[in-house]
């Protein structure tokens, strides 16, 4: 995210004010260092300025911190959406790297410290993890390849999906508790209801069966119904890459 026509010495000057403001006495390339402040015999406090937020820029503070725990990153602050996410994802590196952050408005020179470096403690949530815990133990087999591009993954939601289209391909109009019993999907009624594909259509009360959007389905996603019905036997899927049309 480095900006063009800035350089790293337009960040001096306010780092430098606002540190002496505190009472520090700042020097500027000290070592290998951008920026080196000491106060009253106090640990130094090191400052690396980048004209944008980089993988090099953490590097440098990163090896700072052989020297002191008060290392702060330095950049220039931006505007607008995107420079807000970029703050809010650096901002949480930074803490989890035990990194100061400081941002400088170049047009005023205003500068704002966005965290003091600090150890991390990590903190994980619980709903997140029970929110894993729950797809993994959803999905049935292994049908996505780790790495892959997330918006082709194959979700526990999607073959509790294929599992409804197909029984009521082979069974023709079901009564949705039917469904429900013989797929083991206990929210089977409510995913038929809500037809998130356009699969499913009522055609009584708590009677439902496939609409023609979901018999196109049955063909375009015969491999994966196919791996659906090999892994609820135990049996390992077919490669999707051998397989035929």
């Known amino acids: 995210m480095a900006k063009s026509g800035i350089r790293e010495t337009d960040l001096y000057p306010p780092v430098k004010r606002l540190l002496e403001g505190q009472g520090y006495t700042v020097k500027g390339e000290v070592g290998a260092a951008d920026v080196v402040a000491m ?12 004209a944008g937020f980089s993988l090099s820029l953490f590097h440098q503070a990163i090896q700072r911190q052989a020297l002191t725990d008060a290392v702060y990153v330095a950049v220039p602050r931006g505007a607008g959406r995107a ?5 809010a994802d650096n901002n949480a590196l930074c803490r989890r790297l035990g990194l100061g952050l400081i941002s400088v408005r170049l047009a005023d020179g205003f500068v704002e410290i966005h965290c003091d470096p600090a150890p991390y403690k990590p903190r994980q949530s619980k709903p997140r993890k029970t929110r894993l815990l729950r797809e993994f133990a959803r999905l049935v087999g292994d ?9 082709n993954l194959v979700t526990g939601y999607r073959q509790e999906a294929l599992r409804c289209l197909k029984l009521l ?28 594909y356009g699969w499913f259509e009522r055609t009584a009360v708590g009677i439902y069966a496939l609409s023609p959007k979901g ?23 077919s490669d999707p890459a051998t397989a035929t049309s």
Request: proline residues 6%; hydrophobic residues 40%; contains cysteine.
């Open 169 to 196: 391909c082979d069974l023709g109009p079901t009564k949705a508790a039917e469904v429900a019993r013989q797929t083991r999907i206990a929210h089977a009624r409510r995913m038929m209801a809500d037809n998130h």
């Open 215 to 237: 018999t196109r389905a049955m063909d375009d996603y015969a491999f994966e119904i196919e791996s659906l019905a090999s892994a609820a036997h135990g049996e390992p899927p």
């Open 39 to 50: 106060r009253d015999g106090e640990e130094p406090v090191i400052v690396e300025l980048k």
């Open 143 to 151: 049908p996505n390849r780790g790495g892959a591009v997330r918006r």
């Open 83 to 87: 420079w807000l996410r970029a703050l």
